[in-house]
């Protein structure tokens, strides 16, 4: 089979609007103005790292009287509950407009922020999918002592509506969790070493940076290569940075000019992988439906063949034409009512309940499914 290219990033087909379209670009300004001025419907994923509205009050200090660099610039600060919300239901609004109908958003945040957030989500119509929990494998610790640490960020993962056909890479996120499935929490260390970016003394550029292996499994979970990522709070430009490394396209926005020029340096720097690094088998969702039948016809398994459960505490007859029959020859039908009939349940998934005995082993049926596709795929060719 020929290999599967990559598609390039590309501005969306919006007519003679599209020639302005920001693709792969850091633009530098208020983030609900510049994504007002993107055309609906032209971005794939949304990540998004808003002001968390720390709410510090005074200085952090260590034990030993030392300073705690922690976030209290100006752009974290707001004057009551009642303007954070204000700001997050329009920078939300705004990156609703942005998505495409089967895009998703990811929001980051702390417990400060981020169940204000998830409200106004559900509030303006956004499906949650997951809340995740990031881990962090090395936290900063409570110098006071007075709370537990604080060791963890929450992610909320959101489709567009409730009846978005999103992006998920279910299997390929699966198989690089050595086949178990990949799960809600996630321990990541906070950004550190050559990865932090620092300023000319020498000191950490952006307060919050994240760590690019955060945002490489967000990226590899939700898009595919070619997809358009935004990012309207883009700080040191981590996202537009792994989205060029993995080939997603991205456009980022910044209202702090020093990060801004930060992140593009930092983006320009960056080689995008081989294309054959990225190439994912189709999910099982996007594969050609193959039936039962096509089994039996094409010979993978023959009439009167018997399947069995993993355990072969149930038994069943393939028949001719595509259907099976449980031992008692009282339940006849598909290979997923006829499962589903024999453990007395509402459903069953047929194509991994049943086995076949091969070598003296037993295999699900699914495996001979994915042998006629690959042989299908060949003949295509």
């Known amino acids: 089979m020929a290999a599967t290219r990559s598609p390039a990033p590309r501005a969306p087909d919006a007519g003679p609007a599209s020639e302005a379209f920001p693709l792969n670009q850091v633009l530098c300004g208020d983030s609900i103005r510049a994504m007002a001025g993107l055309p609906a419907g032209s971005v794939d994923l949304v990540f998004a790292d808003p002001p968390y509205n720390l709410q510090l009050g005074g200085e952090l200090k260590r034990p030993d009287e030392s300073r705690v660099d922690a976030v209290d610039d100006a752009w974290d600060q707001f004057e009551s509950f009642a303007a954070y919300d204000a700001f997050t239901r329009a920078w939300l609004l705004a990156a609703r407009r942005a998505l495409k109908p089967d895009g998703t958003l990811f929001v980051i945040g702390s417990y400060h922020n981020i169940f204000r957030v998830g409200a106004m989500m559900q509030d303006l119509g956004f499906w949650i999918l997951n809340d995740i929990i990031w881990r962090k494998a090395n936290p900063m610790p409570n110098f006071r002592g007075r709370r537990f640490t604080n060791a963890h960020e929450t992610l909320i993962w959101a489709a567009r509506s409730a009846d978005a056909r999103y992006t998920f890479n279910y299997e390929a996120l699966k198989a690089g969790n050595d086949d178990v499935q990949m799960r809600s929490d996630w321990l990541f260390p906070l950004c550190t070493g050559q990865e932090r970016l620092k300023d000319a003394a020498g000191r950490k550029l952006h307060p919050t940076q994240k760590p690019e292996a955060l945002i490489a499994r967000i990226l ?106 449980l031992s008692d020859g009282q339940n006849v039908g598909s290979i997923h009512r006829v499962g589903a009939k024999a453990q007395g349940a509402e459903a069953c998934n047929g194509w991994t309940f049943w086995h076949v005995e091969e070598e003296g082993r037993r295999h699900p049926i699914d495996m001979l499914r994915a042998r006629l596709r690959a042989e299908m795929g060949i003949a295509a060719e």
Request: aromatic share 6%; hydrophobic share 45%.
């Open 220 to 325: 590899m979970a939700a898009t595919k290569p070619g997809d358009v990522v935004l990012d309207p709070f883009l700080g040191s430009g981590t996202t537009g940075a792994v989205a060029k490394r993995l080939r997603r396209g991205f456009i980022g926005i910044e209202r702090e000019e020093a990060y801004a020029a930060a992140a593009r340096a930092r983006i320009d720097a960056i080689e995008p992988l081989p294309e054959a690094a990225l190439v994912a088998p189709p999910s099982a969702r996007e594969a050609p439906r193959v039936a039962f039948s096509a089994l039996v016809e094409r010979g993978f398994v023959s009439p009167g063949a018997e399947l069995t459960d993993a355990k072969g505490r149930f038994r069943a007859v393939v028949r001719a034409d595509g259907t099976i029959a």
